[in-house]
């Protein structure tokens, strides 16, 4: 070690420092003082902060009940005898899988299966979805439409799964109830599960009763675009009556250019012709004024009009033209914004005396709506009918002969039937047909012109029944119909094939409708 005071090293033990004298000890303490004193500037060692005490641990909470486990058996329990294969097996495939019973009858399904729930929810919303129809005014026909296959086909995919949601809730709440035995379980879950024929007769009546209570908002909830409509009807009505009176002022300035700009353009272009034809022909030979009455709407759309017209047509210039009173119902349909006559019926016909007073059908043309001249031949050789028949409304009768000649070569044709009309003495050239069987002879004024029309059906090997007109050069071939006559009516035709229309030329219509 070495001496404090000198720094000179000294032996280990000595009490003195052999170079300097100084004690060793005295020294050790004057040291020891010293390095006391330097310990005692130092700082204090701060005091450690006392430790927080820890918080209470939270009770923990008591674990809930586990849920029982559902298996297969107990799913097969529920769903009944009927149709268990069917649900498993669906149901292993995954969530939505297609059910065409629940597609077809939504609610059957539902309440055959116990689920009543959504019977009412459906229904609710059916209600309150016609309710708001009906004041908003829309169509209900075509929305109801769309709402029943959104309904069907929302339940046809999702029903399955919707039924499997339901069998496991209902399950699992009888097996947290307090039923301890295994089999009342099973016996709880069987009563509570399966087919119900009284839920789907109640699914039924319950439609029943929502189809009565819409039935009942359509007839006394007011829709708040009923005044539109009205509006829309009431501009549609003075479209169309401009129209027709367009349509007049064309025939009285016979105007061809403007009365064919108010037809509808057909695919066959040859109506267009045929009308041309007929109205060149009318301001040819007339000349006419027309007045239009009774403007009757017969149904209104946006497609489509039915107006039934009365119209009067008298003779300004011309020869052999009767004024008449026509009733037409004329069918308008839209064509490039505008309304264009699609289709015109003649209903009723009748003559002007020269007075322009009505006159009676006695007078004029004989009504032969429930009688019509016939001469029916009974057998297809060797057979003479005559009948006296006014051809011509004149007031005289003429004689009508029909004979069929003696079996000739053939005994399947008769090439030797004749047709004879005698006016007042004067012959008309006989008109010499064939006969495949008996034939029948029909006469009748189809375009209530005051002439009839002459009608040659074959017999029962019918393909046509011929059609003839009086001419100053006798009888003249009109057209050949097919099928045989069922019917006649003013300018109509009805045969067992077609509907034939004819105007007052005896044009046949282009619209020939079958029958």
Same mark, same amino acid.
Request: net charge negative.
């Given at each position: 070690?070495? &001496?404090?005071? &000198?720094?000179? +090293?000294?032996?280990?033990? %000595?009490?003195? &420092?052999?170079? &300097? #004298?100084?004690?060793?000890? %005295?020294? =050790?303490?004057?040291?020891?003082? /010293?390095?006391?004193?330097?310990?005692?500037? /130092?700082?204090?060692?701060?005091?450690?902060?006392?430790?927080?005490?820890?918080?209470?641990?939270?009770?923990?909470?008591?674990?809930?009940?586990?849920?029982?486990?559902?298996?297969?058996?107990? @799913? +097969?329990?529920?769903?009944?005898?009927?149709?268990?294969?069917?649900?498993?097996? +669906?149901?292993?495939?995954?969530?939505?899988?297609?059910?065409?019973?629940?597609?077809?009858?939504?609610?059957?399904?539902?309440?055959?299966?116990?689920?009543?729930?959504?019977?009412? =929810?459906?229904?609710?919303?059916?209600?309150?979805?016609?309710?708001?129809?009906?004041?908003?005014?829309?169509?209900?026909?075509?929305?109801?439409?769309?709402?029943?296959?959104?309904? $069907?086909?929302?339940?046809?995919?999702? *029903?399955?799964?919707?039924?499997?949601?339901? %069998?496991?809730? +209902?399950?699992?709440?009888?097996?947290?109830?307090?039923?301890?035995?295994?089999?009342? @379980?099973?016996?709880?879950?069987?009563?509570?599960? #399966?087919? $119900?024929?009284?839920?789907?007769?109640?699914?039924?009546?319950?439609?029943?009763?929502?189809?009565?209570?819409?039935?009942?908002? @359509?007839?006394?909830?007011?829709?708040?675009?009923?005044?539109?409509?009205?509006?829309?009807?009431?501009?549609?009505?003075?479209?169309?009556?401009?129209?027709?009176?367009?349509?007049?002022?064309?025939?009285?300035?016979?105007?061809?250019?403007?009365?064919?700009?108010?037809?509808? /353009?057909?695919?066959?272009? /040859?109506?267009?012709?045929?009308?041309?034809?007929?109205?060149?022909?009318?301001?040819?030979?007339?000349?006419?004024?027309?007045?239009?009455?009774?403007?009757?709407?017969? =149904?209104?759309?946006?497609?489509?009009?039915?107006?039934?017209?009365?119209?009067?047509?008298?003779?300004?210039?011309?020869?052999?033209?009767?004024?008449?009173?026509?009733?037409?119902?004329?069918?308008?349909?839209?064509?490039? !914004? !505008?309304?264009?006559?699609?289709?015109?019926?003649?209903?009723?016909?009748?003559?002007?005396?020269?007075?322009?007073?009505?006159?009676?059908?006695?007078?004029?043309?004989?009504?032969?709506?429930?009688?019509?001249?016939?001469?029916?031949?009974?057998?297809?050789?060797?057979?003479?009918?005559?009948?006296?028949?006014?051809?011509?409304?004149?007031?005289?009768?003429?004689?009508? $002969?029909?004979?069929?000649?003696?079996?000739? #070569? =053939?005994?399947?044709?008769?090439?030797?039937?004749?047709?004879?009309?005698?006016?007042?003495?004067?012959?008309?050239?006989?008109?010499?047909? $064939?006969?495949?069987?008996?034939?029948? @002879?029909?006469?009748?004024?189809?375009?209530?012109? #005051?002439?009839?029309?002459?009608?040659?059906?074959? *017999?029962?090997?019918?393909?046509?029944?011929?059609?003839?007109?009086?001419?100053?050069?006798?009888?003249?071939?009109?057209?050949?119909?097919?099928?045989?006559?069922?019917?006649?009516?003013?300018?109509?035709?009805?045969?067992?094939?077609?509907?034939?229309?004819?105007?007052?030329?005896?044009?046949?219509?282009?619209?020939?409708?079958?029958?």
């Amino acid at each position: 070690m070495f &001496c404090a005071s &000198c720094g000179s +090293r000294i032996d280990n033990g %000595a009490k003195f &420092c052999s170079i &300097c #004298g100084k004690g060793i000890e %005295a020294k =050790s303490e004057a040291v020891e003082s /010293t390095s006391n004193k330097k310990r005692s500037r /130092t700082k204090p060692k701060p005091k450690p902060k006392p430790k927080p005490k820890p918080k209470p641990k939270p009770k923990p909470k008591p674990k809930p009940k586990p849920k029982p486990d559902i298996d297969n058996e107990l @799913l +097969r329990l529920f769903i009944g005898e009927k149709k268990q294969h069917y649900y498993i097996r +669906r149901w292993s495939k995954g969530l939505n899988t297609w059910n065409w019973v629940a597609f077809f009858f939504p609610l059957f399904w539902f309440g055959y299966r116990k689920m009543y729930k959504p019977i009412f =929810s459906i229904v609710g919303v059916i209600i309150v979805i016609n309710l708001l129809v009906t004041v908003l005014g829309i169509d209900e026909v075509i929305f109801n439409a769309v709402m029943k296959f959104a309904v $069907s086909f929302t339940v046809g995919i999702t *029903g399955n799964n919707f039924y499997r949601r339901h %069998a496991l809730k +209902r399950i699992r709440e009888m097996s947290e109830s307090n039923i301890s035995d295994v089999e009342l @379980l099973k016996n709880e879950i069987q009563l509570q599960g #399966g087919t $119900s024929w009284k839920g789907a007769l109640g699914s039924f009546v319950l439609v029943g009763i929502s189809l009565l209570i819409v039935m009942t908002m @359509l007839k006394f909830v007011p829709s708040i675009n009923q005044v539109t409509e009205l509006e829309l009807d009431s501009n549609i009505e003075s479209e169309i009556i401009q129209v027709l009176e367009g349509n007049i002022l064309a025939l009285e300035n016979e105007n061809m250019d403007e009365y064919m700009s108010k037809v509808y /353009t057909h695919a066959e272009q /040859t109506t267009f012709a045929e009308i041309k034809k007929m109205l060149s022909d009318i301001f040819e030979d007339f000349d006419l004024a027309y007045e239009l009455r009774d403007f009757e709407f017969l =149904s209104i759309s946006e497609q489509e009009v039915k107006v039934r017209v009365t119209q009067i047509t008298t003779l300004v210039e011309g020869e052999n033209f009767r004024d008449n009173e026509s009733i037409f119902i004329h069918t308008l349909k839209p064509q490039k !914004e !505008e309304w264009k006559f699609f289709d015109s019926e003649v209903e009723s016909i009748k003559y002007l005396a020269e007075d322009q007073s009505l006159v009676s059908n006695a007078e004029t043309i004989p009504n032969y709506s429930s009688y019509i001249p016939t001469l029916k031949a009974p057998s297809m050789f060797d057979f003479f009918i005559e009948d006296k028949i006014d051809v011509n409304n004149d007031g005289i009768l003429e004689t009508i $002969s029909f004979r069929g000649g003696a079996i000739g #070569g =053939s005994s399947y044709l008769n090439e030797n039937v004749e047709i004879v009309v005698e006016f007042d003495g004067l012959e008309i050239t006989p008109l010499t047909l $064939s006969a495949e069987n008996a034939p029948i @002879l029909y006469f009748y004024d189809i375009n209530q012109d #005051g002439w009839m029309e002459i009608f040659f059906e074959t *017999g029962a090997r019918i393909i046509g029944t011929e059609m003839y007109e009086f001419t100053p050069d006798g009888l003249a071939k009109v057209t050949t119909l097919n099928g045989s006559v069922e019917k006649f009516t003013p300018y109509e035709i009805i045969t067992s094939e077609y509907n034939y229309v004819f105007d007052k030329s005896l044009i046949v219509n282009p619209w020939i409708v079958p029958v």
